[in-house]
């Protein structure tokens, strides 16, 4: 037997508890070619409420009544597939779920020697990939004045180390005074501010009076209007997120400074991950060598049982996590 999440309505603004159910199935019998997985960690992750809407975007839309799919690590416990056997650490999109049966194909390899296993999930794992992506797909460099916001997030505690690391001057925002400290303290930040204290526009002014080079965009709305005021001639935009818009229910009104996109000849990318996945081995060797030397830190919250993994996904979007958001299943 398994316990599963599964979706059972459409969430209208901030998903609740009632937008979900917690159901036990029985696996069937393993199959040749099959693998079966415990799952040890699971992903609660920001861009799964966009899954949650009908209609077409950049990911399938869950559907009602069959579980959530996210990212997870595990250990194989039966294998009819001679990629796998017991013992072996893996990570999979299978999430959301205690147990799993997959096809080798859908299963990727990790080390036992790296622990916790659920850095697989954030600094190691896509969250991860995503701020080393953001990095390149602009051309960070030496030098770079670089603000990150949402930065005591999974993907932006990463960027800016990554950047810092790079020899750029970091600059983050986030929501309280225990990530703006950890921001500095852990992650080495140049300076980090709490976005809730004041204009977003005057700290950012402050934090770099001769503008920035680089915006790492994982909040859209008013920090990304304040980021394009700040933007020197030439500046880089990373469009990687906007959870501040998540939950609303119609869309709100863009930037009313875009003209400077025109004016300081802006550039602006966007980027999906799994547009990535064939240099994940690239990602694999330098951040994990990072992550083993001690120059990159891993941070997360740590909820424990599938029955919690709603509340903490929930939970992302009041800010209670500082680093990846991880619900332990075993």
Not at 37 to 58: A, H, T
Not at 121 to 140: D, F, I, K, R, S
Request: charged share 25%.
């Amino acid at each position: 037997m398994s316990r599963e999440i599964r979706l059972a309505s459409r969430p209208n603004g901030i998903p609740t508890a009632a937008n979900f159910t917690l159901a036990r199935t029985e696996l069937e019998p393993l199959e040749d070619q099959k693998v079966l997985v415990r799952n040890l960690f699971m992903s609660v992750d920001p861009y799964m409420r966009g899954r949650m809407n009908d209609g077409k975007s950049y990911v399938p839309a869950f559907e009602l009544g069959k579980p959530l799919d996210g990212g997870a690590v595990g250990e194989v416990i039966e294998s009819r597939a001679k990629e796998f056997k017991p013992g072996d650490a893996v990570t999979s999109n299978f999430g959301w779920r205690e147990y799993c049966i997959a096809s080798p194909k859908d299963l990727h390899p990790v080390s036992r020697e790296i622990q916790p296993l659920s850095v697989y999930l954030g600094t190691l794992g896509m969250t991860g990939m995503t701020a080393w992506v953001g990095l390149n797909v602009v051309e960070v460099k030496a030098g770079d004045v670089i603000f990150v916001s949402g930065a005591a997030g999974a993907v932006g505690n990463v960027a800016g180390q990554l950047a810092k690391l790079r020899g750029c001057r970091v600059i983050g925002s986030a929501g309280s005074a225990e990530k703006v400290k950890f921001l500095r303290e852990e992650c080495g930040f140049d300076i980090a501010f709490n976005y809730r204290v004041g204009p977003i526009a005057e700290q950012l002014h402050l934090a770099a009076l001769d503008g920035i080079d680089v915006y790492f965009d994982n909040v859209g709305g008013e920090t990304l209007e304040a980021a394009l005021s700040a933007l020197r001639v030439h500046g880089r935009i990373i469009a990687c997120g906007g959870i501040s818009g998540y939950n609303e229910e119609k869309p709100r009104p863009g930037p009313s400074n875009l003209f400077n996109i025109i004016t300081k000849r802006l550039t602006m990318k966007g980027l999906i991950v799994r547009d990535w996945l064939d240099h994940q081995a690239e990602f694999e060797k330098e951040v994990g060598g990072y992550f083993k030397a001690g120059k990159v830190k891993h941070k997360e919250t740590v909820v424990k049982g599938i029955d919690k993994a709603v509340g903490a996904f929930i939970g992302l979007f009041q800010g209670q996590n500082v680093g990846k958001m991880v619900v332990e299943l075993a």
